[in-house]
């Protein structure tokens, strides 16, 4: 899937999700984001956004 940039800003808007994770991944996920100084829901955000970014890589290697 890729992603284009539009004129259309209603991609941009915030929408919750509800995920039931482990404590484990929590704890883990917390510990990482005060490591590095930033809100535990911006580096799940970022997390997962650099992840579509490569796997729209990896698909892009694979048509070629």
């Known amino acids: ?3 284009t940039i539009t004129n259309d800003m209603n991609d941009l808007e915030p929408t919750t999700l509800e995920v039931d994770l482990p404590n484990w991944v929590l704890a883990s996920l917390n510990a990482r ?4 100084g ?6 799940i955000r970022i997390w997962i956004a650099d992840k579509i970014d490569s796997l729209d890589r990896d698909d ?3 048509a070629a």
């Open 60 to 62: 892009v290697k694979k």
């Open 38 to 43: 930033i809100p535990m829901g911006d580096l």
């Open 1 to 3: 899937m890729n992603r």
């Open 33 to 36: 984001a005060k490591r590095i």
